[in-house]
């Protein structure tokens, strides 16, 4: 069947065994670094010296084949700061670890691990800006989310949320002083502000470019325009109703169903509570429909950059999306912010008359094929718009997995990873589809694979149609019996993620015996994705940069949180 | 051919014998004999004004999505002459404020807005740009648009849909056919100097970090609502 993947070759590397993940060899490879041993629901974690976190990572990195690093969280106990390294595989993300490193509350520093990991670097400033800890040999550690001037750190316990602020406003920096920052003190550069206000920035990305004529020599994203405190709702959110809204809000380009299943994943895992089966479908089923919607304006937008064209491809996809939005609006209520899912299933069955419903549906999917080969034929397979894409914007699969890229960025680089199929869970194992990857590792490949994703994405939503108009009357449950209130056991740990529409979207929750979360960290692809721009565009003419941009497909509500 | 010599030019028909009756209208015939209209300057510039917006190309949050869909086909705010979106503050009347605003933005805003030209006009999308919205208790969070700019119009909804925003912008446009807008106030988040601030613990701590004649905001979370 196609979901199979190629065999992955894992199994000369430490730990492997037929069972699963053998953790004492582990252990052992780790030797003297690990100083305990922790666990969690989707991992066993190594409690290492915070002197030797780099060694550590790399070891689990050369020897056993953990090659990407997922998400760094930082939390705050009564005695101690810690650091989360999760660490999976590209070749079977089922495969994880996690590497907890703990220091001291007073004065919290541990090693960096962006020698090993390029993406480290991101997420240990993010841990720098909210949780205070301070990470050495890191090669640039300032705040990100926040401003520079921001006094005290928001996530720790002894924030004082009423003190003043003071935030510059300095970015109006004259593009025609001189300047002299590329190639050593040499040679005549040119610095320019892209953003926050910019049309082509998709949102309020802040870009610091460098430009030595026409060619980029150095681009600085400078992030937080959207920092809308997201973990903090979230910890201050009863699991059972109160956190649901909010994951609506990070990737909200129509991907909201994406994402509350991110959430309903990982508490689902937190308090065990089994989905019926039918529920799992209507998921599945909504889920896509938000990733046609979401690659929809991706695409569009694309265009939008690459051509500067308001007129057709936009008003074509917006168009479509249109079209999905409101079979989408039948079935939850809302147009964008769905609010949908439930822990243990779904809010409400689907709309009455099914059989329109259903019809509805498939008008969309039937006129879907003429559709893409309209795109194709505006996009694709226009040679001004190859010409633009083909062989810009190269990141290739080495430094995509490095700075730990995920969704259609990665596998435009040809990386086959696809938590769809390669971490299952939903209905998507029952069902026939295939994971697209391209090769080209360029600004087409991710546009490509976008495109190609929707037509999989029909293929699923079809069979799920199909699946839903047969289910008999008396079995549809849509919400298993979940209490009234949750209350995870104290110190359950876990770190679940599913493939969002910009990748692996994951969330980590701490459980201390409450109705809510101690500590609840997101996981975005679009942080980890748009780090790695500079890798891309550096070196290239300033309209590929702007391609680039427009083909990691980036949303800052996401990226900012 | 023979008619011919009937053809005539639009002109000679119309000043011929009286107006062309395609010209009349309801509210020509209103006029009754005398073609003009008397009016103030003011009042048909405001009409005008109201007439033909320019909007600016502002995105923020979720809600600029909803935005987007109210420019684009099918909703097409430009049937109510309000759908040309300017990429330069420089170029717009109206700036549409879709989204959360945040410690780090509101600067940024604040200079956009006052980029634009006057007669200048504001709407707020969405409960973020009342209140903060869903985010209102974060730490990073401004508590509405008001602290920052003034705004003429609210229209809430999280997001709001198309059709809301749209009804937003019409009321916009009456109101400026009115001759109203909000009035420019002091608000309590400004742009000012450094060295104008009052010298407290937070201004000394900082006092290294940034120069006297930098622009900053600061921001009195106790104070706000
Ligand atoms: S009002 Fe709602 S939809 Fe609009 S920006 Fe705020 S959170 Fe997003």
Redesign the interface.
């Known amino acids: 069947m196609s979901l199979e993947r190629p065999e992955p070759s894992t199994h000369d590397q430490v730990g492997v065994t037929e069972r699963g993940l053998d953790y004492e060899a582990i252990d052992d490879l780790l030797g003297d670094l690990v100083i305990g041993r922790e666990s969690h629901l989707n991992a066993e974690g190594f409690v290492v010296r915070p002197e030797r976190v780099a060694e550590a990572l790399d070891r689990l990195k050369q020897q056993a084949g953990f090659d990407h690093l997922s998400c760094v969280t930082a939390q705050e106990y009564d005695d101690r700061f810690e650091s989360i390294y999760h660490l999976k595989k590209y070749a079977d993300p089922t495969q994880e670890v996690s590497v907890v490193v703990p220091t001291s509350h007073d004065d919290p520093h541990s090693q960096s691990g962006n020698a090993v990991f390029r993406t480290a670097d991101w997420h240990e400033r993010e841990a720098y800006d909210l949780m205070g800890i301070t990470y050495d040999d890191h090669p640039d550690l300032r705040r990100i989310l926040l401003p520079e001037t921001w006094q005290g750190h928001p996530m720790r316990k002894d924030y004082d949320k009423e003190q003043p602020q003071v935030v510059t406003f300095r970015e109006h920096a004259n593009p025609l002083q001189e300047d002299h920052r590329a190639g050593g003190g040499e040679g005549d550069t040119m610095f320019v502000n892209i953003g926050p206000h910019h049309p082509a920035t998709h949102g309020v990305l802040h870009l610091k470019t460098v430009l030595d004529g026409e060619t980029v020599a150095d681009v600085e994203p400078d992030i937080g325009y959207l920092h809308r405190c997201e973990e903090q709702m979230c910890q201050q959110g009863t699991y059972r109703h109160q956190i649901m809204p909010y994951p609506d809000r990070w990737d909200y380009i129509s991907a909201g169903i994406l994402n509350e299943w991110a959430y309903a994943r990982t508490a689902e895992d937190l308090a065990d509570i089994e989905v019926p089966e039918y529920a799992q479908i209507i998921r599945t089923m909504s889920a896509e429909m938000c990733r046609i919607a979401s690659h929809m304006l991706a695409v569009g937008t694309f265009a939008l950059d690459v051509y500067g064209d308001f007129t057709a491809i936009f008003m074509y996809s917006t168009r479509d999306r249109e079209i999905v939005q409101n079979l989408l609006e039948d079935l939850t209520g809302q147009r964008l912010m769905f609010n949908y899912l439930r822990l243990g299933g779904v809010a409400w069955d689907l709309p009455e008359p099914r059989e329109e419903y259903f019809e509805k549906v498939r008008d969309f999917l039937d006129d879907l094929p003429a559709k893409l080969e309209e795109y194709h034929d505006l996009i694709t397979g226009n040679e001004i718009f190859q010409l633009r894409c083909v062989n810009t914007g190269v990141l290739d699969p080495e430094m995509a997995k490095s700075y730990g890229t995920t969704g259609p960025v990665a596998r435009g680089s040809g990386i086959d990873y696809d938590l769809r199929r390669d971490d299952p869970y939903g209905y998507y194992p029952e069902l026939d589809w295939d994971v697209i990857t391209e090769d080209g590792c360029d600004n087409y490949s991710r546009v490509l694979v976008r495109m190609k994703e929707v037509e999989e994405s029909a293929k699923i939503i079809e069979q799920c149609v199909d699946l839903l108009e047969d289910w008999p009357e008396e079995e549809r449950e849509i919400q298993a019996n979940v209490p009234r209130t949750l209350k995870p056991d104290n110190d359950t740990e876990v770190y679940r993620a599913v493939e969002g529409a910009k990748g692996e979207l994951g969330i980590y929750i701490r459980a201390d015996g409450t109705d809510k979360p101690a500590r609840f960290k997101i996981r975005s692809p679009c942080y980890s994705n748009l780090q790695a721009l500079p890798e891309m565009s550096n070196g290239e003419y300033i309209p590929d940069m702007i391609a680039s941009l427009g083909s990691l497909d980036i949303v800052l509500g996401e990226v900012d949180r | 051919m023979s008619s011919d010599k009937q053809i005539q030019s639009t002109q000679e028909a119309r000043m011929g014998e009286g107006v062309d009756s395609r010209f009349n209208s309801k509210l020509r015939e209103a006029f009754g004999s005398s073609p003009f209209i008397l009016t103030k300057f003011d009042k048909f510039m405001n009409w005008v004004r109201g007439s033909s917006m320019f909007m600016l190309?502002?995105?923020?949050?979720?809600c600029?999505?909803?935005m987007?869909?109210t420019y684009?086909?099918?909703h097409d705010l430009d049937r109510f002459g309000a759908g040309v979106p300017r990429?330069s503050?420089r170029q717009a009347d109206v700036i549409i404020v879709p989204?959360?605003i945040?410690?780090?933005?509101?600067?940024?805003?604040k200079?956009?807005y006052d980029q634009m030209p006057e007669p200048k006009f504001v709407v707020g999308m969405g409960s973020c740009t009342i209140s903060g919205g869903?985010?209102h208790?974060?730490?990073?969070?401004i508590k509405g648009a008001e602290e920052v700019i003034p705004v003429d119009i609210h229209v809430p909804g999280?997001?709001p849909?198309p059709e809301a925003l749209v009804y937003g912008v019409a009321k916009l446009q009456e109101r400026i056919a009115n001759g109203e807008s909000s009035p420019v106030t002091v608000k309590p988040y400004e742009?000012e100097q450094?060295g104008d601030?009052e010298g407290?613990e937070?201004?000394r701590?900082?006092a290294d970090?940034?120069d006297e004649e930098?622009?900053?905001?600061?921001?009195?979370?106790?104070e706000s609502p």
Not at chain 2, 57 to 62: E, S, T
Not at chain 2, 137 to 141: D, T
Not at chain 2, 214 to 222: G, P
């Open positions: 190309q502002f995105g923020i949050a979720c600029s999505i909803e987007m869909h684009a086909v099918k990429a503050p989204g959360t945040v410690s780090k933005f509101a600067p940024r805003m200079r956009v869903p985010f208790e974060g730490y990073n969070v999280c997001p849909r742009l450094f601030l407290d937070l201004v701590h900082l970090q940034i930098d622009l900053v905001m600061r921001y009195n979370w106790a």
